[in-house]
């Protein structure tokens, strides 16, 4: 007997939930533009088959941490009304079913990095997709550091495109550019902070509730929280100018200057965000911190491809 299409569309549905898509879509998408800023691919011949190979790569890796995290975490998820409704968490999903499609995604996403770009890539993934699944995961109950560590698989994807354009996260002959992967996986790094502590201000007691320890103060949203989204907001003002000072990309033409204004304007944005938190106190300034830093992100990233040698 066959499987009704309604329903067959909505286990479908419930996968794609697994590999929570918009974020993993963003995340990606950090990968694939570092892929493109990567000396050894061509402003002129970089090839549109490769950027789709490096999404469909990253997609899965990124998907399987995300499946790895809700089968794991499917009865605290169960708790909050903001992850109640996942799949795995609502019952429409067995566990046996979250592992197995976590293995072969995770294991396909990382072979698609290894056999069309480098080994390197897709250590660089599978080392990411353990940290975030194994070691991240965990820790959320067991003390906010696990922000700290999280922020880390969070910001590899650039390392990992670097990886997949240069061959190399560093000393591929071209002086300071070599460190450019580093540079931007620094962008992503500091840029984590300032966007989940406000995400973790908005949902503190779905949080708090089930357990976890998110928020860099024991007393949950203070002024201590608040402050270190300002801190770590002002230092992405010098790490953005680094793209330049390493020659990566450059502000000499009339473009290159633009894409400056423009990267500025976007971190002053961020800092006065984070500074209106910290006077206002309240989810709604928080709620300003998450979708200013939901825009800022690509915003920088396509700004220095814009402007890239």
């Given amino acids: 007997m066959k499987e009704p299409a309604n329903k067959k569309d909505s286990k479908l549905k419930d996968y794609m939930q697994l590999t929570k898509p918009s974020l993993t879509t963003m995340v990606v998408f950090s990968s694939v533009i570092s892929y493109l800023l990567a000396p050894k691919v061509s402003n002129t011949e970089w090839s549109w088959t490769y950027v789709v190979l490096l999404f469909i790569g990253g997609f899965l890796v990124t998907g399987s941490a995300n499946a790895i995290n809700q089968t794991v975490e499917k009865d605290t998820d169960a708790l909050m009304k903001r992850t109640a409704t996942r799949p795995i968490a609502a ?3 067995s566990v046996t ?3 197995t499609f976590a293995i072969i995604t995770g294991a ?3 072979g698609v990095l290894m056999y069309f770009f480098n080994v390197l890539s897709g250590l660089l993934a599978l080392f990411s997709l353990f940290l975030y699944a194994f070691v991240y995961t965990p820790l959320k109950k067991v003390n906010a550091v696990a922000v700290l560590v999280g922020a880390v698989p969070g910001a590899l994807p650039c390392l990992i495109g670097w990886a997949a354009g240069n061959d190399a996260v560093f000393d591929a002959g071209n002086g300071w550019q070599d460190w ?6 620094g962008i992503q790094f500091l840029w984590q902070f300032p966007h989940f502590w406000a995400i973790a201000w908005i949902a503190h007691k779905d949080y708090s509730g089930a357990g976890f320890r998110l928020l860099p103060a024991e007393k949950g949203p203070t002024k201590f929280t608040a402050i270190q989204t300002v ?24 473009k ?5 204004a423009i990267i500025m304007l976007a971190n002053l944005f ?5 500074v209106r938190l910290y006077n206002e106190m309240n989810a709604t300034a928080a ?12 915003v920088i990233l396509l700004a220095l491809l814009a402007s890239k040698v």
Avoid: D, H, N
Avoid at 242 to 248: G, M, T
Avoid at 256 to 260: A, H, L, P, S, T
Avoid at 270 to 274: D, G, I, K, N, S
Avoid at 287 to 298: A, E, Q
């Fill in 231 to 254: 801190m770590y907001a002002v230092l992405l003002i010098p790490v953005c100018v680094l793209p330049y000072v390493i020659q990566l990309t450059g502000y000499q033409t009339v």
């Fill in 256 to 260: 290159g200057k633009i894409c400056v």
């Fill in 180 to 185: 450019g992967g580093w540079v931007l996986f």
């Fill in 97 to 99: 079913e979250g592992w």
């Fill in 287 to 298: 709620r300003r911190v998450m979708f200013g830093s939901y825009i800022y992100l690509p």
């Fill in 91 to 93: 019952g429409r999903m």
């Fill in 270 to 274: 961020l800092v006065a965000q984070c």
């Fill in 108 to 110: 396909g996403g990382v």
